[in-house]
């Protein structure tokens, strides 16, 4: 399994990290913390040295009721940290975490390399046509709604199953539109319950059946501190319970605010296969 990224094949046999950067106010563990270029940079530094093959770049929190922010004002906070990450670390592969066309659009041709949608093509009907234009890998991720109405859609009769087919639905839709590379993100926490979140996570080797790359994005996410009794903060330990069991399930991808936790994790796990 390899993706291309500006030229760059990246060999996914051995499990890759994508390192999390918000540039929002308001995400759900580290909103705000980066407010200024210069904390953006020593951030980005710190992921790339921890080993984080991808930078993840999100303008927008998608945590659960989230505000509403308008293109212009995601644009605003996207670019110029584009720009900044391209400049300082031109080897850097960044990829942009929107739901928007017209922003990935924008933030490509500024230097990124990957779209991340959460809404996997939904929100906007000119995303699979946009991204197999300008020919980048897309992670495409299961979810129902928005981020301000997803938590009242959980609704299943088979969570593994529906999240199957609609994967295989948007696989096909994607594919006529020429996108060629797709990773495929089950949307932990993203309209669903702790308990649909678990059973995912259990079945994650289930979706290897549809021969694309999987992501694992658990980090710190509710299903760990709410499970734990604790918080976001105090959540690093059950992630990386939680990457190893991704990892043995066949995820491809590990999401993660804690880079050097992750690669331990797959250096261990490498070493386990053995």
């Given at each position: 399994?390899?993706?291309?990224?500006?030229?760059?094949?990246?060999?996914?046999?051995?499990?890759?990290?994508?390192?999390?950067?918000?540039?929002?106010?308001?995400?759900?563990?580290?909103?705000?913390?980066?407010?200024?270029?210069?904390?953006?940079?020593?951030?980005?530094?710190?992921?790339?040295?921890?080993?984080?093959?991808?930078?993840?770049?999100?303008?927008?929190?998608?945590?659960?009721?989230?505000?509403?922010?308008?293109?212009?004002?995601?644009?605003?906070?996207?670019?110029?940290?584009?720009?900044?990450?391209?400049?300082?670390?031109?080897?850097?592969?960044?990829?942009?975490?929107?739901?928007?066309?017209?922003v990935i659009k924008t933030a490509i041709e500024s230097g990124a390399a990957i779209?991340?949608?959460?809404?996997?093509?939904?929100?906007?009907?000119?995303?699979?046509?946009?991204?197999?234009?300008l020919g980048v890998p897309y992670i495409m991720m299961h979810m129902r709604g928005?981020?301000?109405?997803?938590?009242?859609?959980?609704?299943?009769?088979?969570?593994?199953?529906?999240?199957?087919?609609?994967?295989?639905?948007?696989?096909?839709?994607?594919?006529?539109?020429?996108?060629?590379?797709?990773?495929?993100?089950?949307?932990?926490?993203?309209?669903?319950?702790?308990?649909?979140?678990?059973?995912?996570?259990?079945?994650?080797?289930?979706?290897?059946?549809?021969?694309?790359?999987?992501?694992?994005?658990?980090?710190?996410?509710?299903?760990?501190?709410?499970?734990?009794?604790?918080?976001?903060?105090?959540?690093?330990?059950?992630?990386?319970?939680?990457?190893?069991?991704?990892?043995?399930?066949?995820?491809?991808?590990?999401?993660?605010?804690?880079?050097?936790?992750?690669?331990?994790?797959?250096?261990?796990?490498?070493?386990?296969?053995?």
């Amino acid at each position: 399994m390899t993706l291309n990224c500006n030229g760059q094949l990246i060999d996914l046999n051995t499990p890759k990290v994508m390192g999390i950067l918000n540039v929002t106010p308001d995400s759900f563990y580290d909103g705000g913390r980066f407010k200024d270029e210069k904390s953006v940079l020593n951030q980005v530094e710190k992921l790339l040295k921890e080993g984080a093959t991808f930078i993840d770049i999100g303008a927008y929190s998608s945590r659960p009721g989230a505000d509403f922010v308008s293109e212009e004002e995601e644009l605003k906070r996207l670019i110029p940290i584009v720009n900044a990450v391209v400049n300082n670390f031109p080897e850097s592969l960044i990829s942009i975490d929107s739901f928007r066309s017209g922003v990935i659009k924008t933030a490509i041709e500024s230097g990124a390399a990957i779209v991340n949608d959460i809404s996997g093509g939904q929100q906007d009907p000119l995303m699979f046509e946009t991204v197999g234009a300008l020919g980048v890998p897309y992670i495409m991720m299961h979810m129902r709604g928005t981020p301000q109405t997803m938590q009242k859609m959980t609704d299943y009769s088979n969570v593994v199953k529906e999240v199957y087919t609609y994967f295989s639905k948007r696989i096909e839709l994607a594919k006529t539109q020429q996108i060629k590379d797709i990773i495929l993100d089950l949307g932990f926490g993203f309209s669903k319950t702790l308990e649909q979140n678990f059973e995912l996570l259990g079945m994650l080797d289930y979706y290897k059946n549809l021969n694309l790359p999987i992501l694992a994005g658990v980090s710190r996410k509710s299903m760990i501190y709410k499970t734990l009794n604790t918080t976001a903060d105090q959540a690093l330990n059950g992630s990386t319970a939680l990457h190893m069991v991704a990892l043995q399930k066949g995820a491809k991808l590990l999401r993660v605010h804690d880079v050097k936790e992750a690669m331990e994790c797959i250096k261990l796990h490498k070493a386990l296969q053995k």
